[in-house]
């Protein structure tokens, strides 16, 4: 599923209600915060739901966040994703709000195969905007679904990494394991 974006009619200010869950993983914790309708606001290698709640939008920040447990099947992506299946966090919906190239640019990553890494030149034009290079790079920066919206899976024309908010140890490690799963 696609990014989605915040229907203009839409009055409220936050999500009411969100829940998190902490997934334990090769790489460490990752935890992933979702609003009321089971839809991911953010995610990424933390134990700290309150981390997350920062990089949510503020459109979307939830007013009010809990542990959950019924989140299972969330958990059982990333640990899909860990098992292999490389590509299962694309299946869940994702909500985020930012400018218009931002939502075409985390759109157009979701479907970044695994195993096949973009430059940062690449992305922009897969947002529809080919000069847009500066731009594709901050909408890498600016993503709050990690995995989900797997910004990992860019890198800089040269070849190199590139930043990653989570490090860039841990972008090689996950660029090293989707590509020795590609190549089995």
């Given at each position: 599923m696609t990014i989605t974006a915040p229907d203009s009619s839409d009055t409220t200010d936050a999500t009411p209600t969100a829940g998190w869950t902490t997934v334990s993983t090769p790489d460490g914790p990752f935890t992933v915060v979702v609003n009321d309708s089971g839809?991911?606001?953010a995610s990424g290698w933390t134990s700290e739901p309150e981390?997350?709640?920062?990089l949510v939008h503020r459109d979307l920040r939830p007013a009010d966040i809990g542990r959950s447990a019924c989140l299972s099947a969330i958990g059982d992506v990333v640990d899909a994703y860990?098992?292999?299946?490389?590509?299962?966090?694309?299946?869940v919906p994702v909500f985020q709000h930012g400018g218009p190239?931002?939502?075409?640019?985390?759109?157009?990553?979701?479907?970044?195969?695994?195993?096949?890494?973009?430059t940062y030149s690449d992305l922009a034009e897969l947002a529809g905007e080919p000069a847009a290079i500066r731009a594709a790079?901050?909408?890498c920066a600016r993503n709050a679904a990690a995995l989900f919206v797997p910004?990992?899976?860019?890198?800089?024309?040269?070849?190199?990494?590139?930043?990653?908010?989570?490090?860039?140890?841990?972008?090689?490690?996950?660029?090293?394991?989707?590509?020795?799963?590609?190549?089995?």
């Open positions: 839809t991911v606001l981390y997350l709640l920062q860990y098992a292999g299946e490389h590509d299962a966090p694309q299946s190239f931002l939502e075409k640019s985390w759109t157009a990553l979701r479907t970044v195969r695994a195993g096949a890494p973009v790079a901050t909408s910004c990992h899976r860019v890198l800089r024309r040269d070849g190199k990494l590139g930043g990653f908010r989570y490090g860039v140890e841990l972008k090689q490690r996950l660029i090293d394991r989707e590509a020795a799963a590609a190549t089995n």
